[in-house]
């Protein structure tokens, strides 16, 4: 089924319900989920809303501008609007560690993600198998201090041919310069494995070990310029005891980081993610 | 600040967002929350609004009429409405085990309930000092099979008497009869010491310890006239290992029920639970 | 390192930590693990033993006769002996769904588990090419009513042809014969898509639905005659809200599926698990 | 039952485990549980073990000596011996929230716990009713910044009177002094309302809330000199979204906080805790 998302954000106001849905129900709009929510703190009033787009009244290309005069105007309203298909286009960024890689292609294959993988990017040639196993072109890019300006132009090249949408990170072990995340603001997923804001930057897991800690996580965020500071999408969590290895903090940790990050991009893939400020609103 | 609260129930149609949200629109009406659910399965709609009170341009006592004629007539609604004020009245039953009514009473003391509590009733004795230090009147009436009847007549002469709105089982350890349970049907939480459907009846705890379930849970849910089978509201679950005994499990199963059964008073509390056949629908 | 692993039951008395750790000592055993249990019902004591084997003074064909007569025949104890070597084979049996498959091939690709698996069966064409691209032989033996028997034969014979140590049944939609059960006696790990005993038999996510629960659960567990009654090994669970659909609660169940299965067939590998009755001890 | 604990460390090394369990069987020791554990980073190996007193061959006021002249000097141990009676003295350090002081007093009046009150201490007089119902004597010392020091003096003078075996800060709003926390080292529990090592110090539910977390947490430690850095007992996190408020924070926090300090409290009673550099060994 077709559909169409609106996201809208504005100063909280009596009757925004009410023209937004009569704009959807006027023009024979059949709502397939509203969700709405009051950020206190800033005073903003916060929708999504999502319906079928076959049926609707207005065409599609014509959608943008009606709302805005009709009911955006009104409000002072910042709004997106965007549909359900084509598929989205993926990248995926990885080096050497397999499990995220391996979560992702499983519901790829199984058609849990809609969603099309034009091509894997790495910094090492180890899981090209892997990724061809699938049908997906693999690119290595190897990174040194020297090359990385270079390695990510080109990066940035092949995202551009391939027309992608967005990156995740499913556990590539680079920082991305400020200029590749300006190409892609809110457009690209990391998966750290830690439950930030505890624990930023490298070796988590050792920090945690050192700490102490009797439960570790993941957190996927949006990237931004300050390292592990970017908008938290989703996190989790699992318990340890302090007979744990590093080496078994690892691993158990590794379970929480591919389902953290495949539930992240579940919500991107659903466009149920609102970016305000630093912090994420995830529409139901 | 006093609101109102609408829950509404129909079948599935374009429109009734709109009808909805421009009925409180136009009556000056400003919206808190609104929350939407679609039933797939029995293809109905359902929605929960509240509102503001002080400002509604329609006055309490027509709300409930002006609505069902503009706006439930024309879908065919089910609903109901009502008002955050005044205070409920909820009625505790206990027995000897005093987590749950130490663990509501606390939430009373700190004001974390909105809601007033004109009355304990116990089949035993063991908890009137616990109850009377919070200023509350403790009736102890104790049972046997042939007081029963009696009792609970006396029980829900007291209810009324007190104006009770809804009562909780705070582990209280006697089954209520079919005619207790009708005069208030989806008004009696319980909290049973398993995670349901699993170990119905007594002794969850030994038949959890000797199926060897590696977690054990507890289950809060209105009363209905089979036993435990009634609307869940809430559940949670704790760990547990083998070297647990089933005292252990008991101990750290309590720490689950106290804290399952707080949250169904809340959602209970705030008005934010629809049952449907026999689940429940907790609106946000 | 090679290691030897000691498992005993007997009647709890005084001494048996103390005889146990002198026969290790004074044989030069570097003990690496020790955890013991006392099964205060029952009144039995269970202890785990694990120690470097390069190192012992017995070697390693006499180990379970000397301890026999110096150890076990002093308290009258059931006991096993195994070691960690070779690498244990596991078969996996499995249907059309491939989420607990590919957990399970990520986990070997990636060296987590210390395993060798020399075969895949499957009742469905469907997962050939992926258990392939791990080099991994397939057999398709699809199951009627009237093959069944059959099937069951040849299924034993390749079993046996491989050597196959255990076999676990990574969501295999078929129900096993009394008899092929018989042949792997503790040997069978199943994972059913519910959290046991709640919702056994088929469509547990659909019944998890209609009874309205608010969290959702998996088990994977030794596989007895009756039908998921088996010792349970591990579970784990998952919130859910009333919103979810059936087809929701499936995506969200097999995520933990997956890797309440890998725990399983960890705690396997180790050989930390004995089973007791129908329960099961997890050595640490 | 009495029964005799003794928690040694030392270099790892053969025969330890046959020396302790030999030491305690011909003495005719029964055990009643025993838990090793080799720290793999500094390479030390750590025990406890519990046995019944009252049939033990060794007198109780010389089993300190003899297993330190029979064992631990073999070994270069490092160990202590203590008993599970009298029932140790346990002081509450509270301000105004009542949460924690609850769960507190309720696990204590249905005898979960262990222990005895001898007072509660407070900068506030607010919570005198609540305790003095517990039959506990309150003391109202109220600190500023002038009288911070001559109250610590009166709260240590007021300790020692008692014969306090350990601190515990359910809530204290204030900060101890480097003095009075040597007057109690690794005998003073808090509570910290997130999930360290994020959100140290005054207000982290704001934080936790400015930061965008999918959850929070509550972290029961030791004190030692530095703020929140001590080391961790026990941690549990709660799941939030992006619509709750801080309010909702504070509140979905408490449930969390209660139960982890109450854990952190039995671990403590049950001498289950060896603290080791910053980090605890929490022996089963």
């Not at 849905?21 to 023009?27: A, D, K, M, T, V």
């Not at 930030?196 to 996580?217: D, M, N, S, T």
Request: net charge negative; charged share 20%.
């Amino acid at each position: 089924m077709h559909t169409a998302i609106l996201i809208i954000q504005c100063k909280d106001d009596k009757g925004i319900v009410a023209a937004v849905s009569r704009f959807l129900f006027e023009n024979n709009g059949n709502i397939l989920a509203i969700d709405q929510y009051i950020d206190e703190e800033i005073g903003d009033f916060f929708m999504r809303a999502e319906w079928e787009l076959d049926t609707f009244g207005i065409a599609k290309d014509q959608i943008y501008e009606q709302f805005g005069n009709q009911v955006a105007a009104v409000f002072d309203m910042n709004y997106t609007l965007s549909f359900n298909f084509p598929k989205p286009k993926m990248a995926l960024f990885v080096s050497k560690l397999s499990h995220c890689l391996f979560d992702i292609l499983s519901r790829y294959y199984s058609g849990q993600f809609e969603v099309d993988i034009p091509l894997v990017i790495s910094n090492h040639p180890d899981l090209e198998p892997i990724v061809n196993a699938f049908g997906i072109p693999f690119y290595h890019l190897p990174v040194t201090k020297e090359t990385k300006a270079s390695q990510e132009a080109e990066q940035i090249r092949l995202l551009q041919t391939h027309g992608i949408d967005f990156v995740v990170l499913a556990r590539y072990m680079q920082i991305l310069s400020r200029d590749f995340i300006s190409h892609f603001p809110n457009r690209i997923i990391n998966i750290h494995h830690s439950f930030l804001p505890a624990f930023v930057g490298a070796k988590p897991y050792h920090a945690a070990y050192k700490r102490g800690v009797k439960i570790i996580g993941a957190t996927a965020h949006y990237v931004t310029e300050e390292l592990d500071a970017g908008p938290i999408i989703e996190q989790d969590v699992a318990r340890v005891r302090h007979h744990n290895t590093v080496d078994e903090l690892v691993q158990i940790g590794q379970d929480v980081e591919k389902v953290v990050l495949s539930k992240a991009i579940k919500y991107h893939l659903a466009q149920k993610i609102k970016v305000v400020g630093n912090r994420t609103i995830i529409f139901s």
